[in-house]
Antibody
Framework: QITLKESGPTLVKPTQTLTLTCTLS??????????VGWIRQPPGKALEWLALIYWDDDERYSPSLRSRLTITKDTSKNQVVLRVTNMDPVDTATYYCAKLDLDTFDYWGQGTLVTVSS | QSVLTQPPSASGTPGQRVTISCSGSSSTIGRNYVYWYQQLPGTAPKLLIS???ERPSGVPDRFSGSKSGTSASLAITGLRSEDEADYYC??????????FGGGTKLTVL
């Protein structure tokens, strides 16, 4: 059974760096064509893709947020980590991680709500 | 404002056929596959249609996708109350990054 679970702080202060972890189960990031991506959704708003990383370490980032994002993987722990620097209240959102089969987000985590407030 | 344009809302009565559009450009929909995701209230999105018109295992054949030029559509036939959800289209832009549409809230009257 394939599952993904996001974890991290629920509250961060403005200017802080957010670090989120996605723990994978039922699949491996060493398998060709497999990747993991991060997508966020502000309350009541649309989905916004952030970043992804493939089995071969190919990284992709949203052009509008590229300077603030870093995605890494630890295959020994079956985890993918997203770092977002200089957090702002507009970054308040539910953050989802999702499994990629080459170009398709075929499995999603349940999401984690992150609030940015002082 | 997304580069993929969806109507903010759509509605239909049980049993009806409803379509949701997704409009893009030659660099988005025009040269890439379109994906559709369904987000039921309070839940994570779920893959509904892959590569323009492919239904993943478990998705009812009431759902279908199509693409023509720089636009795509999601059709739902035999509308049911449990189809009430937000629907998002998505594409790979320039084969480098992912773009989601603004979403369409489907109401079953």
């Amino acid at each position: 059974q394939i599952t993904l679970k996001e974890s991290g702080p629920t509250l961060v202060k403005p200017t802080q760096t957010l670090t989120l972890t996605c723990t994978l189960s039922g699949f491996s990031l060493t398998t060709p064509t497999v990747g993991v991506g991060w997508i966020r959704q502000p309350p009541g708003k649309a989905l916004e893709w952030l970043a992804l990383i493939y089995w071969d370490d190919d990284e992709r980032y949203s052009p509008s947020l590229r300077s603030r994002l870093t995605i890494t993987k630890d295959t020994s722990k079956n985890q993918v980590v997203l770092r977002v620097t200089n957090m702002d209240p507009v970054d308040t959102a539910t953050y989802y991680c999702a499994k990629l089969d080459l170009d398709t987000f075929d499995y999603w985590g349940q999401g984690t709500l992150v609030t940015v407030s002082s | 404002q997304s580069v993929l344009t969806q109507p903010p809302s759509a509605s239909g009565t049980p049993g009806q056929r409803v379509t949701i559009s997704c409009s893009g450009s030659s660099s988005t929909i025009g040269r890439n596959y379109v994906y559709w995701y369904q987000q039921l209230p309070g839940t994570a999105p779920k893959l509904l249609i892959s590569k323009n018109d492919e239904r993943p295992s478990g998705v009812p054949d009431r759902f279908s996708g199509s693409k023509s030029g720089t636009s795509a559509s999601l059709a739902i036939t035999g509308l049911r109350s449990e189809d009430e959800a937000d629907y998002y289209c998505a594409v790979w832009a320039d084969s480098l990054y992912v773009v989601f549409g603004g979403g369409t809230k489907l109401t079953v009257l």
